[in-house]
């Protein structure tokens, strides 16, 4: 007689089954929060900012990221057009609803991005840029790590569900303030909330913007797997900020939380206030890799900088010159988590300078009062690393960096 398993055995063993999902792929995403100034990197808040989870479609910012850069770099202009593979019409919605064989221009590549979160335009990007999806996705892990975005790894360019696809509160927030020091002539495009296609009207979903007064951008995002995520930035008086949410458990519950965070950023920043920053000077090098002998004009190795920026943040140490951007950030994320348990604020950045001809990558930690300088180059030279005192004259703002 053949065996049948009973109502109860399908029970059991549907029970069980959903029991090794959920232990390896999480309803809701831990809640993680931060909120920087987007000129200086100041922390003014900041919950399980390094935890890492789901970023869902603030993916796309990245795939928006490596976009611009090649029309920055004349590799493409708005015009291009971009053809669209069976592969990609079939991604599911959000999505334009493009044709397989059909083309579409860069520029609306950008709104269906940034406006529609269109899942099958971020396929169409990733194919025209890596050739295939899979292969943009290792580009994008690439940039991020050489933007000081460490936690972060992508499997897609869509955000779409993929459990090895990982990001954490503080990453996309250096996203989004690369994304406006990088691009400034192109940030104008996360302020858009709708766009025309094909005669087709598409309205956003970033409703932040008109719930806050003095947003412009960024980005939303959801899957079941993350709960509900928000990139979001504002300008009060002078004064932006950056504010990363994720986990929400709705979209207005989000945008209402980050909201409250953004007041008591703003709150603070009036409180603190911003001195005036002296203009930027270059810095050059006369280097071997990993040295830090000045050249042309003189950093201080320790002692008192000549640059007094009253309670500013936007000091750091420098603690190597060199030849390849990811040797370069490596040592400058290790050395920024040698120090951030002391310096909540500090964050490891690269540099990049032409020297004689040659490209160099200086290895910084950012985000440090002139006071803390001393004591960072205390515990770097503990290490043991060189260490020279980076001040804001010719540091330039700490947002040319990131928070890390």
């Known amino acids: 007689m053949r065996n049948r398993m009973s109502l109860r055995d399908l029970t059991i063993a549907g029970t069980v089954i959903l029991l090794l999902i959920s232990s390896t792929w999480p309803a809701l995403a831990k809640?993680?929060?931060?909120?920087?100034?987007?000129?200086t990197g100041r922390v003014y808040h900041e919950t399980n900012a390094d935890?890492?989870?789901?970023?869902?479609?603030?993916t796309k910012m990245m795939t928006l990221y490596m976009l611009f850069e090649q029309i920055e770099q004349g590799e493409m202009t708005l015009k291009s057009k971009l053809k669209v593979s069976a592969r990609a019409s079939r991604q599911p919605s959000s999505k334009m609803w493009l044709a397989p064989g059909s083309k579409i221009s860069a520029e609306d590549a950008i709104l269906g991005l940034v406006v529609r979160s269109a899942n099958d335009v971020a396929v169409v990007v990733a194919e025209h840029l890596g050739k295939t999806e899979r292969g943009f996705a290792k580009?994008?892990?690439?940039?991020?790590?050489?933007?000081?975005m460490a936690q972060t790894n992508f499997r897609n360019a869509?955000?779409?569900p993929n459990r090895s696809q990982l990001s954490t509160a503080r990453d996309m927030a250096i996203l989004s303030q690369r994304l406006m020091n990088d691009f400034p002539q192109f940030y104008?495009?996360?302020?858009?909330?709708?766009?025309t296609y094909d005669g087709k009207t598409f309205r956003g979903h970033n409703k932040f913007m008109s719930r806050y007064a003095g947003a412009d951008g960024l980005k939303t995002g959801y899957i079941n797997a993350s709960g509900f995520n928000l990139a979001g930035s504002a300008k009060r008086d002078g004064i932006r900020l950056i504010g990363v949410v994720f986990g929400g458990k709705s979209a207005k519950q989000r945008d209402a939380h980050l909201a409250t965070l953004m007041d008591k950023g703003f709150a603070v920043a009036a409180e603190y206030g911003r001195p005036p920053y002296p203009a930027r000077k270059p810095l050059m090098m006369a280097e071997t890799d990993g040295s830090l002998v000045p050249a042309g004009i003189t950093i201080k190795p320790r002692g008192k900088p000549d640059v007094d920026v009253l309670r500013s943040e936007a000091w750091g140490i420098q603690i190597g010159a060199y030849s390849i951007s990811d040797i370069a950030q490596q040592k400058a994320n290790e050395a920024a988590v040698a120090v951030k348990k002391i310096f909540?604020?500090?964050?490891g950045r690269i540099e990049p300078v032409t020297v004689s001809g040659k490209q160099l990558f200086r290895a910084q930690i950012m985000g440090l009062t002139e006071a803390d300088t001393q004591k960072a180059c205390?515990?770097?030279?503990?290490?043991?690393?060189?260490?020279?005192?980076?001040?804001?004259?010719y540091?330039?703002?700490?947002?040319?960096?990131?928070p890390g």
């Open 158 to 160: 869509s955000g779409l």
């Open 395 to 402: 540091a330039g703002l700490a947002s040319l960096g990131q």
């Open 51 to 58: 935890t890492r989870n789901y970023p869902a479609s603030l």
């Open 344 to 347: 909540i604020a500090a964050f």
């Open 139 to 148: 580009q994008m892990t690439k940039k991020a790590k050489a933007l000081g």
């Open 31 to 39: 809640y993680a929060s931060v909120v920087i100034d987007a000129e």
């Open 378 to 393: 205390e515990i770097m030279e503990r290490a043991p690393h060189q260490c020279l005192i980076v001040a804001p004259e």
């Open 188 to 195: 104008s495009y996360f302020a858009r909330t709708k766009f």
